[in-house]
Each structure stands twice: as structure tokens, then as C-alpha cells.
């Protein structure tokens, strides 16, 4: 019985490579001037929670292209979406725009997560153009190694303590609905996108020593690989540091931050916070409307 389980999983997976052929309910736009990376690395979307901003996603998938990019896990919230199914026209266009990428011929590279662990039995193979995989090297232009992975074998309350990573699940889907009724009204108030949740976790004292504990484990664990740096993502906290010679990297999410990491052509790497770019678009359009007026 399993081993048919398995089979019709895979089958289904596999029907990701027919999905890119179907029309997004939110046509991919044709964007002028689209920025040009190497690399992008993107995580922790929860796709299939109310909290994800798929609508954002989409802008910045509609305005970048990259050589490479990786998807550094929890892409889909499986958690949730076996609580309670909640899948939106938005989301099912972001796994069409990534599919498409892959289509296309750009290399992207699946890493699931502790959300999306479901995934992870597939890892070493490839579907739709798109290669699973449980952790990558990846080499930058300037030559340096980094190891890529989504993170959560460094988190001690999810190795270890399973159903209290649950309860702080349910307490986080919480604050993401209070996060909805805050940038509700600030939008009723042509204010742009702030995360409240994003604002708590930095002043309270616990979440902060967590990340940096976080942080310094698994620097530590690509120093031991010999690499010179780690990408990886789950604590839901964009960063760019250097720990103890180490290059640390975290793309943060599409939940509360909104950002993504990316490789420039050179090997310079840089974090985008999504919502600042698309204020400072907005604010370039209405002067150019008041200089027209």
C-alpha cells in the first residue's frame, strides 16, 4: 500500500511539468528593464496560509530574472494546509511563475523545508525542470563556496520538541491575523506594507538571543564543511553578516519581511526588501504624474 502511495504521489509531481502549460488566473506581465541577477534565493513563502503575500511575490517575480534560483524551503505551508485547505488563484500563480522560469531553461533548485518536508523524499531528483534537492553548494562568481540549505536541523525546538514547534505555529498564524487587520488599514489609508510581527520579534529579548544563537550555530556547521559561507532561511529574519570568518546569509520570507537574497553578476551579494522597492516605484510614478498634470 505504501508503494502505491508513493507511485501516485509521483505522479502527481510529476504533472508539475504539464502546470507550466496552463494560464495563470494573474497573466505574467511584461515588465521593461526586468533587473538581472546571477542568483536569487527565496524561502519561506507558506503558501497555503492566509499570511503569505503572494500578491508581492508576484510583482517581484514579474520584475527579476536570474541565471539560477533556489528555493530555499517551506515554499508550500503543509502544516496548515492539513488543518485547514486554503489555496487562492494568487498561489497557485506563483508555483506557474516558478514553473515557468524552469521552462524557460533558468536552473532552479528546490531545497524543502521543515513546512514542505513532504517534498523531501523526492530529494535527488528532478521534476519539471525544477532538481530537489536536500542541501547545495553553490559557487559564486567571485569564486566562493556556500552552502545552501532551508535550516531547521539548527533549530532546537524543531528537532527536538516537535509539538511545541506546532504550538508556536499556532500562536505565529495569530499574529500574521493581526498583521492582515494592521496593513488593511494602513492600505485604507494609502500607508505602504509593515509587519507587525516582523516589529515584535526584533523587541522582544528571547527571539532576539534565539537569532543570534540561530545564527552562530550554523555558521559554525559551514565553517566545520569548509565552505566560506551559508544560505539559508526558516527563522524568517533577512541578514547579511560575518560570524567568526564565516559568510552568513538569510533570505528571510514572504510572510512578514518580504525579501529575497541575490547574487549580482560580479558575486556581490545583496538582500531586497520587496515592500521598499515597490514604495519607492510608487513614489517615482506619482511624480512623474505631477509633473504631467
Same mark, same amino acid.
Given at each position: 500500500m505504501? $508503494?502505491? $502511495?508513493?507511485?501516485?504521489n509521483l505522479r502527481e509531481v510529476?504533472?508539475?511539468?504539464?502546470?507550466?502549460?496552463?494560464?495563470?488566473?494573474?497573466p505574467e506581465r511584461e515588465i521593461e528593464g526586468r533587473a538581472q541577477y546571477r542568483t536569487i534565493w527565496i524561502?519561506?513563502?507558506?503558501?497555503? $496560509?492566509?499570511?503569505?503575500? +503572494?500578491?508581492?511575490?508576484? #510583482?517581484?517575480? #514579474?520584475?527579476?530574472?536570474s541565471d539560477t534560483m533556489y528555493l530555499v524551503g517551506d515554499i508550500v505551508d503543509g502544516w496548515r494546509l492539513k488543518k485547514k485547505f486554503y489555496w487562492p488563484a494568487s498561489h497557485n500563480d506563483v508555483i506557474w511563475r516558478i514553473l515557468k522560469r524552469a521552462k524557460r531553461?533558468?536552473?532552479?533548485?528546490?531545497?524543502?523545508?521543515?513546512?514542505?518536508?513532504?517534498?523531501?523524499?523526492?530529494?535527488?531528483?528532478? !521534476?519539471?525542470?525544477?532538481?530537489?534537492?536536500?542541501? +547545495?553548494i553553490h559557487e559564486t562568481a567571485d569564486g566562493r563556496r556556500l552552502l545552501v540549505l532551508h535550516g531547521d536541523e539548527f533549530d532546537a525546538i524543531t528537532l527536538a520538541h516537535r509539538w511545541l514547534a506546532h504550538?508556536?505555529?499556532?500562536?505565529?498564524? !495569530?499574529?500574521?491575523?493581526?498583521?492582515?487587520?494592521?496593513?488593511?488599514?494602513?492600505r485604507a489609508f494609502n500607508m505602504p506594507y509593515w509587519s507587525l510581527s516582523k516589529?515584535?520579534?526584533?523587541?522582544?529579548?528571547?527571539?532576539?538571543? !534565539?537569532?543570534?544563537?540561530?545564527?552562530?550555530?550554523?555558521?559554525?556547521?559551514? +565553517? +566545520?564543511e569548509g565552505v566560506d559561507g551559508v544560505v539559508c532561511g526558516h527563522i524568517h529574519t533577512a541578514e547579511m553578516r560575518t560570524i567568526a570568518g564565516?559568510?552568513?546569509?538569510? #533570505?528571510?520570507?514572504?510572510v512578514e519581511g518580504c525579501n529575497a537574497l541575490v547574487e549580482h553578476f560580479d558575486g556581490r551579494m545583496e538582500l531586497l526588501h520587496w515592500p521598499e522597492v515597490i514604495a519607492a516605484r510608487e513614489r517615482?510614478?506619482?511624480?512623474?504624474?505631477?509633473?504631467?498634470a
Open positions: 505504501e $508503494t502505491v $502511495t508513493r507511485i501516485a510529476a504533472d508539475l511539468a504539464d502546470f507550466a502549460n496552463s494560464k495563470p488566473a494573474f524561502s519561506d513563502v507558506h503558501l497555503g $496560509t492566509r499570511g503569505c503575500n +503572494a500578491g508581492m511575490l508576484i #510583482d517581484f517575480l #514579474d520584475h527579476v530574472d531553461g533558468q536552473r532552479v533548485i528546490y531545497i524543502p523545508g521543515n513546512h514542505d518536508e513532504v517534498m523531501r523524499q523526492w530529494c535527488g531528483l528532478d !521534476f519539471g525542470g525544477v532538481a530537489i534537492r536536500r542541501r +547545495a504550538v508556536g505555529d499556532a500562536a505565529y498564524n !495569530f499574529m500574521m491575523f493581526l498583521n492582515r487587520g494592521v496593513n488593511a488599514w494602513r516589529y515584535a520579534k526584533a523587541k522582544v529579548k528571547k527571539s532576539v538571543e !534565539f537569532i543570534s544563537d540561530y545564527e552562530e550555530v550554523i555558521a559554525e556547521a559551514a +565553517a +566545520a564565516v559568510e552568513y546569509y538569510n #533570505d528571510g520570507d514572504w517615482v510614478a506619482a511624480e512623474i504624474a505631477r509633473l504631467a
